[in-house]
């Protein structure tokens, strides 16, 4: 529970209307602002690279067809017609001279089926282990963009707080500033301390302009993600429920990576397809056994004959190979070695895995403790401004005591922002390090935004870039 001298200060920052050519707060906007599952949803309909992902999972079980169709029968239907011209000229104890011209026509068919062929069967077999693996490389790139999404969401939010932070604290200084000038024409100070108030009022002023363009290019980021430009989004609560990640065990954690992080589920994947490349090699050492049929249809004009030759042929057909030039030795060794990497590969996924989640998991749990902290270093720095302004109207205090103390309160408020959106984005991550980062969970988080909302204004050329957005339609498929 936030303290209540936050809360009030909250409400004094947290919500004021910000330039219009950037962005404003719209509480009764006319359009309903989009929350954090609407937005997620565009993205896994629109995103540019989950779109290529699943091209490519669709390419690969394409793959398993091709690899399939080796093992069928194969037909195959061939046939010319030719016209020929033939001169003929002998001398000996005679001379004849004769010229032949005729037409030939011949067709061929020919049908074969593959009855044993080790080499065709193990790619069938490693096929469908790319099958697989891709699918796991296709539930990572799903978790990528939903913690992409939720990333940026709150990056906007956090640029938004920040932003109205900076705001204020640059009015307040220059509050300040004004005073400390009226004060310093009837002689109640010297002019040092009015070039006090105006350094600190210019540095006010650069942060704020570096919180507006933050915030512009956060909302850039946003549109990037999902290939849409959204009015204005729904604001964070006030009161989140900011616990502890559960399971409270770490190594709970960890064995729910284990089991479920598509990342390393692809890598465990890609020793399997590895281990086929080797048994396809192997297979290069042995027999191909096939059955097969064929007939064949002659027919010409030639000498003024009439009629046609025919003939079919079925049978069986093996092939040994007995010496390949040392090809298929090498081919074993080079997929061993290709064996052997994706089993390095996959203990680096694995033990990186294993690092994020332990990391993730001590920075979710920090922030914890950094939100309450944060929160009382506002309710601090607020009594220390109160006290300061105090002295200073006394004379205790000087002018940059008092500017200093507004500098500590603005950047307490704006660090307990960040603080906030440090635990929901960690929190989330850590989820999708452990492999249970879904739409549920961000239907979850989604739950936790308010009805306040910020609102965008685009750029005047914003229009332009929507060429830049688009794509163009996709190819169309050809059976």
Avoid: K
Avoid at 334 to 349: H, W
């Amino acid at each position: 529970m936030r303290p209540r001298s936050l809360r009030c200060t909250g409400t004094r920052f947290a919500r004021r209307a910000l330039l219009p050519a950037l962005v404003a707060a719209a509480v009764a906007a006319p359009v309903q602002a989009a929350d954090l599952l609407t937005i997620a949803r565009d993205a896994m309909q629109n995103n540019a690279e989950l779109a290529s992902a699943r091209s490519q999972t669709n390419s690969v079980e394409a793959g398993r067809d091709v690899q399939q169709g080796d093992l069928l029968p194969q037909v195959d239907v061939s046939g010319n017609v030719s016209h020929n011209r033939q001169y003929e000229s002998q001398t000996g104890g005679f001379q004849s001279v004769g010229d032949d011209n005729y037409t030939g026509a011949s067709l061929t068919l020919e049908a074969t089926q593959a009855l044993f062929d080790a080499r065709n069967a193990r790619e069938v077999e490693q096929a469908e282990r790319e099958i697989d693996q891709q699918l796991y490389r296709l539930a990572a790139t799903e978790q990528q963009v939903l913690i992409d999404v939720s990333s940026a969401y709150f990056e906007i939010l956090r640029a938004f707080e920040v932003l109205e932070a900076r705001r204020a604290q640059e009015r307040a200084i220059g509050r300040q500033l004004e005073q400390a000038r009226e004060q310093f024409e009837v002689g109640l100070i010297a002019i040092t301390e009015v070039e006090e108030a105006q350094a600190a009022f210019d540095q006010a002023r650069a942060e704020r302009i570096t919180a507006q363009s933050n915030l512009q290019v956060n909302f850039e980021a946003l549109e990037r993600l999902t290939g849409q430009r959204y009015a204005s989004i729904d604001s964070l609560g006030d009161e989140i429920p900011i616990a502890p990640p559960t399971p409270s065990d770490r190594d709970q954690w960890v064995a729910l990576a284990m089991e479920n992080n598509p990342q390393v589920l692809a890598s465990q994947a890609g020793v399997e397809v590895s281990r086929s490349g080797v048994d396809i090699a192997r297979a290069g050492r042995l027999p191909t056994l096939n059955a097969f049929a064929n007939y064949n249809y002659a027919d010409d004009d030639r000498d003024a004959i009439e009629g046609h030759t025919s003939a079919s042929q079925v049978g069986l057909g093996v092939s040994v190979p007995l010496y390949t030039g040392g090809r298929t030795s090498a081919s074993i060794r080079q997929n061993t070695y290709l064996l052997e990497a994706s089993q390095y590969d996959f203990e680096s996924q694995r033990r990186d895995t294993v690092q994020q989640v332990r990391s993730f998991y001590t920075q979710v749990s920090n922030d914890v403790s950094t939100v309450e902290a944060r929160a009382q270093a506002i309710v601090s720095n607020q009594s220390a401004l109160d006290a300061t302004r105090a002295g200073y109207e006394v004379g205790t205090r000087n002018i940059v005591d008092v500017l200093n103390a507004e500098q500590n309160l603005y950047n307490a408020v704006a660090e307990h922002a960040s603080a906030r959106y440090d635990y929901v984005i960690n929190l989330l991550t850590l989820r999708q390090q452990s492999g249970t980062l879904d739409v549920p969970a961000v239907e979850e988080v989604n739950a936790w935004l308010d009805g306040g909302s910020v609102s965008f204004t685009l750029p005047e050329n914003a229009e332009s870039r929507d060429a830049v957005m688009n794509i163009g339609a996709p190819p169309r498929l050809e059976e």
